[in-house]
């Protein structure tokens, strides 16, 4: 059995079985990105729900995996060398995953650099823009009803992100070429949440990207998706 006893964020959230992958997340955007490669992978987890509108995530024992306070965040009993290893920022378990599987990255250079690319995409401009374009679009719209600068300058830049996606799916499958890979998965739930949790599918004129929805719809039919979105869900 493996000891993770170093990880300190293991006396809050005790391991059940030690030796499988502990995930600590929550069904956010960016939180399913890591239970959903978990499951196209079919990696054993076990995952502990962190509710950070509790501010759990600030406490020290969490801290100590991720110093930035975010979720996601694993620890992985069977790391480099056969040693346990933790891990946070979703972009890099991804990453981490595909390599220790040999799955959803292709293994041409060539392909593997493009699929990179697109997945810093979502990390760099993604992620970021449309989480700022929800914070204040819904989550603080009050502070901001006199002001819409913000809304205004989130939701052209998330569009303008749209339209990137739309045009490089217009000839490609998936991101990344005809294979499904960590670059879409990474992407495709914030889209998702825009429409689902922001409820601004009309205000980013998601009509305008069909492209874009038609690829967020099939990779949300896939199995292993499903399941995957559910992971750490509040109610």
């Known amino acids: 059995m493996a000891d993770l006893s170093a990880f300190p964020i293991t006396q809050r959230w005790p391991a059940q079985n030690p030796d499988v992958i502990q995930l600590y997340s929550l069904a956010t955007p960016n939180g399913v990105k890591v239970s959903i490669a978990l499951e196209e992978l079919g990696l054993p987890y076990e995952a502990h729900l962190i509710d950070i509108g509790t501010d759990v995530q600030k406490a020290p024992e969490f801290l100590s995996l991720n110093p930035n306070g975010r979720i996601p965040a694993i620890i992985d009993p ?3 060398n056969g040693q346990p290893i933790g891990l946070f920022e ?4 991804l990453v981490y995953l595909a390599e220790k599987t040999g ?5 041409d250079p060539a392909k593997r650099y493009d699929a990179l690319c697109w997945l810093f995409f979502q990390m760099g401009g993604v992620g ?7 914070h204040f679009y819904k989550y603080a719209a009050a502070k901001v009803a006199n002001n819409s600068y913000p809304v ?6 998330s569009k303008r992100l749209l339209g990137v996606l739309e045009e490089r799916l217009k000839t490609q499958e998936w991101l990344a070429g005809d294979d499904y890979s960590i670059a879409d998965i990474a ?6 949440g825009a429409r689902i949790h922001y409820g601004a599918a009309d ?7 069909p492209h874009v929805m038609a690829w967020v719809d099939k990779a949300l ?8 979105m559910t992971v750490c869900k509040i109610g």
């Open 128 to 134: 970021p823009m449309f989480g700022q374009f929800g």
């Open 103 to 107: 799955k959803l990255l292709p293994q």
């Open 203 to 209: 205000v980013l004129t998601f009509d305008a990207f």
């Open 221 to 228: 039919a896939r199995p292993a998706v499903e399941k995957g």
């Open 90 to 93: 979703s972009g890099a378990i």
């Open 187 to 192: 992407t495709f739930p914030w889209v998702n």
């Open 78 to 80: 069977d790391g480099p």
């Open 152 to 157: 205004d300058r989130y939701r052209e830049e």
